[in-house]
């Protein structure tokens, strides 16, 4: 079992930056491509970033490409999700996700493993 923590969610101005920390316990990550989604009120979760398990191959949805960067440090079991250039858009519960696969999935179906969620607020 893996259990996922995040962190750093909060209230930040259009414009701003927030950077999502996702720590794991129970098993290593550096096993697992980690995902992260997020969930507005009254939306489908959606996928937002995946990461390889090394942290050389990244994906990212268009609605935050150039803006959002994932990123892991594999001794620490954390993975991270820095968020630049932040629109009301995107705000939404924010979840990161673990699975062990070779390929970076972007349906939240097919993550194993999921954290409790961090709460990212854009005000306009």
């Known amino acids: 079992q893996v259990q996922l923590v995040e962190s750093g969610g909060g209230l930040v101005q259009a414009g701003g930056s927030l950077r999502l920390s996702c720590t794991a316990s129970g098993r290593a990550l550096s096993a697992y491509v980690m995902g992260w989604f997020r969930q507005a009120p009254g939306k489908e979760r959606e996928f937002v970033a995946a990461i390889s398990v090394s942290g050389g191959r990244f994906l990212y949805a268009d609605a935050v490409k150039g803006r959002f960067t994932a990123s892991r440090d594999n001794a620490k079991n954390t993975v991270y999700l820095q968020m630049n250039t932040l629109k009301p858009e995107d705000t939404a519960v924010y979840y990161c996700?673990?699975?062990?696969?070779?390929?970076?999935?972007?349906?939240?179906?097919?993550?194993?493993?999921w954290g409790q969620g961090t709460q990212v607020t854009v005000s306009s």
């Open positions: 996700a673990a699975v062990r696969r070779f390929s970076l999935p972007k349906v939240w179906s097919e993550y194993d493993y």
